[in-house]
């Protein structure tokens, strides 16, 4: 009969589990229960791809599969095909859901992340015109830059009329050009931030050509859109801080870059003028006149050089000759006779050296230093006889 039966075959039945059991062949055992009645369920371990979450006690849940009786204990179960959770759970699958298959398309990938701008000029911002979210942005980003615009599209953020509204102040943000966008609201319940999660919006937010800040909520909130921004702020005030550089930080970098600009144009000038300097010599040592100079100098130099070398060259010829002249004075006839020395001579002029060419009777001249003598030879002695 349960077999056969249809309706028994493809029901879902709402409750409260209790007794749950994991048991290590990976079957779950659990009862379900409300003030009217429990039954007995088993989800076997090849239907565990239809739970999403760890199952536990007190949990509210809707169960779908169908009703059998197990023999051995002679009782109805029922045997759960997929369990989802009740009320906010059901939300919360229909956010797993499509947190998965937008991560599978890839909207989630940090390669699509756009920085933000560490400057801006214009700051969009969609939210609710009236609530702490606008103020706290508002009150933040006038407080850190004051001469930042904000630009606000006063969106429905709650409620049937949130995701096309959302979706127009993103594209009307995208149209006027502003530098960054915050979207986002206060925090609320799961409910209350629904708009968020949906396909629309996180596609509206993935297209933006203005890099988005998510600021849904309070920090423990986490939306779809918080995946598929550019970047996710805790709260509206944390995105008004990571949207607006804060004005002083500002001008300590200028100041610092001011400082850092005249450090270097003081090093860019003195390098500067040292080379100025050094091309100046550079130029004074190539001009025609210190050339003209320098030639001048240099034959100056050779002209010392050849007059010191001629010096050592005549005084060198002068030793030479003295030492000539001494040579030639021992052998002039001249310092021999004035040493007492004197030139015997014939009558033909032919020089007397020995005893045989002279003859007795032989008229001789004799030469001495200072004349002639004209002389008789009475006599040859020849030494040794």
């Known amino acids: 009969m349960f077999t056969q039966d249809y309706l028994l075959q493809h029901l879902f039945v709402k409750g409260e589990v209790s007794n749950c059991k994991y048991h290590s062949s990976g079957h779950i055992y659990f009862t379900l229960k409300d003030p009217k009645g429990t039954i007995s369920c088993v989800m076997f371990a090849g239907s565990r791809s239809g739970l999403s979450f760890r199952l536990c006690e007190g949990q509210q849940v809707i169960v779908g599969g169908s009703v059998d009786v197990y023999e051995r204990d002679g009782k109805y179960q029922l045997y759960a095909k997929q369990i989802l959770l009740d009320g906010n759970g059901i939300l919360y699958e229909r956010y797993e859901q499509l947190k998965r298959e937008l991560e599978e398309t890839g909207m989630f990938a940090a390669e699509y992340k756009r920085p933000i701008p560490r400057y801006i000029r214009t700051l969009g911002v969609v939210t609710a015109s009236t609530g702490a979210a606008v103020r706290d942005i508002i009150q933040i980003a006038g407080r850190r830059n004051p001469y930042v615009q904000i630009i606000l599209y006063p969106a429905i953020v709650q409620g049937e009329a949130a995701v096309p509204s959302i979706i127009n102040g993103i594209r009307a943000l995208e149209q006027i050009g502003v530098d960054v966008m915050i979207v986002g609201r206060g925090g609320g319940s799961i409910e209350d931030l629904w708009a968020f999660n949906e396909r629309e919006v996180a596609e509206a937010v993935f297209q933006c050509s203005v890099p988005v800040i998510s600021a849904v909520g309070h920090e423990t909130d986490t939306t779809i859109i918080d995946f598929v921004s550019d970047l996710r702020a805790p709260t509206p005030s944390a995105a008004a801080e990571l949207a607006v550089t804060d004005i002083r930080e500002i001008f300590g970098e200028l100041s610092a870059y001011r400082d850092e600009l ?3 144009m003081d090093r860019l000038f003195r390098d500067k003028r040292a080379q100025a300097e050094r091309l100046n010599l550079q130029l004074k040592a190539l001009s025609p006149a210190s050339r003209i100079r320098e030639k001048h100098m240099l034959a100056l ?20 000759l003295a030492l000539y002249i001494e040579r030639l004075k021992g052998l002039s006839p001249l310092e021999k006779l004035n040493s007492g020395y004197s030139y015997v001579s014939d009558d033909a002029g032919k020089n007397i ?33």
């Open 262 to 264: 005249n450090r270097a």
């Open 301 to 320: 130099s050779a002209e010392e050089r050849l007059q010191a070398r001629m010096q050592r060259i005549l005084e060198a010829r002068r030793h030479q």
């Open 353 to 385: 050296r020995s005893v045989a060419q002279v003859k007795p009777g032989q008229v001789l001249t004799i030469q001495v230093s200072d004349g002639k003598i004209s002389a008789k030879a009475e006599q040859v002695i020849i030494l040794g006889e």
